[in-house]
């Protein structure tokens, strides 16, 4: 990857916005289970940042992808990965199929509030008896004159609580699994769109998540985005702009957990000397770091090739994969050299155990992500 100038510039920006904007107010946000979107967004709007990548007709910078890679990793700063998820859902994982194959009209009315923050996103896939199995979503969408009436439900909703518009995904046809389904954006205060309570999650406790009930809710068939029936084919490309930023917006984490648990292991003695001193630490930090560097290669690799067109299917499957298993992996081996320390629930690096632990889930798990790269090497039909 090269590095330009403009890199350089994002990249400050973005590390002075986490430590003046986000981290200092972290944790009160974990208390509350909640972050203001709303602020934040426009904070970030007004720096151009959530819309790096997209087209300049519609307010983004219009650049590629390896700024948007910059921006992710930055994200990594944050010390509270509810707030970074929040703010990836707005920029890579519900507005890419708007910005790459929404209409000139739609995009004007939705992408444009998305890119300056005035409004508030969230990606609506998932559902409670189809999470990574996205072909088995049973929410529907029936054409009725110039509407689709939307009915069903949809789990695990980041942003939802405070979301403006969802980009959703329903049913608009009988038929294949893989060619009925279209992608709708949806204003959350149409009739008929309620919100549950926040869900009580393991981790990400300042992100605010909730199931969304849809009953008998009408918008303008014009809302949906690109051409009815590939709505499928739109979200698996949706799906690969989330792995790549979830990937990069892991690497930074990891590396401050890293050096939070060399810091502590200096100070913390254990029969006579620092934890840090035993060659079985230093060399596990050793080793771990290695493999976030690793990871970073992987990415960088796989967004260069992404920005020259290529398909990257696979390696984005790689690098999800490889980043959710390294933060279950280097998060419980800090986690034990912290001692009882580690166990407490306010503890860094307790957080970061929590938090890292949907990133084997939430954007299609390990074993779907298995699944993929074993297709593409010509292991399963």
């Not at 999650?201 to 014009?222: C, E, M, R, W, Y």
């Not at 890293?258 to 596990?284: C, M, P, S, W």
């Amino acid at each position: 990857m090269k590095w330009t100038e403009e890199h350089q510039s994002i990249r400050e920006i973005t590390a002075k916005f986490v430590d003046n904007e986000i981290n200092p107010f972290v944790d009160q946000w974990e208390e509350d289970g909640i972050f203001p979107a709303h602020e934040l967004f426009k904070k970030l709007g007004n720096l151009g940042m959530l819309g790096i990548s997209k087209p300049e007709q519609y307010g983004g910078l219009g650049l590629d992808y390896s700024y948007s890679l910059v921006f992710a990793e930055e994200m990594g700063r944050v010390q509270a990965a509810g707030v970074s998820t929040g703010i990836g859902v707005q920029t890579d994982m519900a507005t890419p199929a708007l910005a790459k194959f929404g209409s000139e009209e739609l995009c004007n009315e939705f992408l444009v509030p998305a890119i300056t923050g005035d409004a508030v996103f969230s990606i609506a896939v998932s559902e409670p008896s189809a999470g990574s199995d996205v072909a088995s979503i049973k929410t529907s969408a029936e054409k009725n004159g110039d509407d689709y009436v939307i009915n069903g439900t949809k789990m695990w909703i980041t942003n939802s609580i405070q979301a403006d518009y969802f980009c959703l995904l329903a049913n608009t046809s009988e038929g294949p699994q893989h060619k009925n389904k279209s992608l709708i954006i949806v204003p959350s205060d149409t009739k008929g769109v309620s919100v549950s309570e926040p869900l009580k999650k393991l981790g990400l406790h300042s992100s605010d998540t909730a199931q969304i009930f849809f009953d008998n809710v009408k918008v303008p068939q014009k809302n949906r985005i690109g051409d009815e029936g590939k709505g499928f084919i739109y979200q698996m490309i949706q799906f690969q702009e989330e792995r790549l930023y979830a990937a990069a917006a892991a690497l930074k984490g990891y590396e401050n957990i890293i050096q939070e648990t060399i810091e502590y292991t200096k100070q913390r003695e254990a029969f006579g000397k620092a934890i840090l001193d035993n060659q079985v630490v230093h060399y596990r930090l050793a080793e771990l770091q290695t493999e976030v560097e690793l990871l970073r290669a992987l990415t960088y690799n796989a967004v260069e090739e992404y920005i020259e067109g290529k398909d990257v299917l696979t390696k984005a499957s790689m690098v999800k994969l490889k980043s959710g298993r390294l933060g279950r992996e280097l998060t419980d081996a800090c986690l034990q050299y912290w001692g009882g320390m580690g166990f407490m629930w306010e503890s860094s690096v307790a957080r970061a155990y929590r938090d890292t632990r949907l990133g084997s889930i939430g954007g299609g798990s390990d074993e779907v992500m298995l699944g993929i790269i074993s297709k593409q090497m010509g292991i399963l039909d």
